[in-house]
T-cell receptor, first 116, second 111 residues
């Protein structure tokens, strides 16, 4: 499978616990994005990387959230001290940036978080 | 704030008929729009895009129309099939694919 891969697909945790999601983008893609989607809503942009550099973080990304892409390949999204409001689908996407134009964004299947 | 939104949350269509899904946006400076399809339990899938210097773009069974005067875009699906049942989102590219999505329209195809 050469698509965007996310793990775990589902995570149930208790409030206050830390969780980490992993995203493996399409291998030749240099840009990686994280979005969050709550039930009945469209995805919301959280942050994105070009190679290992984090270029921007949304105001939605509180201090409890941290994302990394240490080697410019896979990325992790960690949520510390989870709250019930963090329950959502966390989507990863990747694209091939070619300077003047950004290629199509390919989404993974998402990691669904339920905070009890 | 400025955002992209959809007119109707649901649309029921008879198989074989054409579907039209509408979307209104408020940022007059927006120059790139994308339609995505999302099936249950899956990530959004690219359908078609359009830049603001175009009024119409066609793909396979899909057409996107952009009316910049009224800040409106639509997605037309020809000969709707059961596999077209999904949630459809319009999205505005705010730059570098930092997309602003609408709430979505759930399309149900009746046999």
């Amino acid at each position: 499978d050469t698509g965007v891969s996310q793990n775990p697909r589902h995570k149930i945790t208790k409030r206050g616990q830390n969780v980490t999601f992993r995203c493996d983008p399409i291998s030749e893609h240099n840009r990686l994005y994280w979005y969050r989607q709550t039930l009945g809503q469209g995805p919301e942009f959280l942050t994105y990387f070009q190679n290992e550099a984090q270029l921007e973080k949304s105001r939605l990304l509180s201090d409890r959230f941290s994302a990394e892409r240490p080697k410019g390949s896979f990325s992790t999204l960690e949520i510390q001290r989870t709250e019930q409001g963090d329950s959502a689908m966390y989507l990863c996407a990747s694209s091939s940036w070619r300077g003047a134009d950004t290629g199509e964004l390919f989404f993974g299947e998402g990691s669904r978080l339920t905070v009890l | 704030g400025e955002s992209v939104g959809l007119h109707l949350p649901t649309l029921s269509v008879q198989e074989g008929d054409n579907s039209i899904i509408n979307c209104a946006y408020s940022n007059s400076a927006s120059d790139y729009f994308i339609w995505y399809k999302q099936e249950s339990g899956k990530g959004p899938q690219f359908i078609i895009d359009i830049r603001s210097n175009m009024d119409k773009r066609q793909g396979q069974r899909v057409t996107v129309l952009l009316n910049k005067t009224v800040k409106h875009l639509s997605l037309q699906i020809a000969a709707t099939q059961p596999g077209d049942s999904a949630v459809y989102f319009c999205a505005e590219n705010t730059g570098d694919y930092k997309l602003s999505f609408g709430a979505g329209t759930t399309v149900t195809v009746r046999a």
